[in-house]
C-alpha cells in the first residue's frame, strides 16, 4: 500500500557527514508530518527530527546543531543530513510518515526498513 524506503547509511569516521534520504511510494493520498528515529543496541528507539507537511522541524537536543531535516513534497522524499558525526550516533535509522492511503482511505503511520549508520575511527 504505503513503503518507505530509506538509503544513505554506512561507515563514517567520527566528525565525518552522511545524508539519509527516505522516499515514500505506493497508494498515498496525502502525508503529514514525517520524521526519523533511531535505535541502538539494547536502548529504545528515540526520536532524533520532525518536519510538518509545511516544513515545520523540531530535533532532539543531542542532535540539534549538527543534523537537518527537509523534505521535497513533490517527491515525497525526507532527507535527514547528518554532520559532525559521533559514535554516540551509531544506530540503526528509520523514518516515518503520517500518511493517508487512496486505497484504503485510512491514515496511519508507516515505517521504512531502517538503514545502519556506523560512526567509528
Known amino acids: 500500500q504505503v513503503q518507505l524506503v530509506e538509503s544513505g547509511g554506512g561507515l563514517v569516521q567520527p566528525g565525518g557527514s552522511l545524508r539519509l534520504s527516505c522516499a515514500a511510494s505506493?497508494?498515498?493520498?496525502?502525508?503529514?508530518?514525517m520524521g526519523w528515529y533511531r535505535q541502538a543496541p539494547g536502548k529504545q528507539r528515540e526520536l532524533v527530527a520532525a518536519i510538518t507537511s509545511r516544513g515545520g522541524t523540531n530535533y532532539a537536543d543531542s542532535v540539534k546543531g549538527r543534523f537537518t531535516i527537509s523534505r521535497d513534497n513533490t517527491k515525497n522524499t525526507v532527507y535527514l543530513e547528518m554532520n559532525s558525526l559521533k559514535p554516540e550516533d551509531t544506530a540503526a535509522y528509520y523514518c516515518?510518515?503520517?500518511?493517508?492511503?487512496?486505497?484504503?482511505?485510512?491514515?496511519?503511520?508507516?515505517w521504512g526498513q531502517g538503514t545502519q549508520v556506523t560512526v567509528s575511527s
Open positions: 505506493g497508494s498515498i493520498f496525502s502525508i503529514n508530518n
Open positions: 516515518n510518515a503520517d500518511a493517508r492511503s487512496s486505497w484504503h482511505g485510512g491514515v496511519y503511520t508507516y
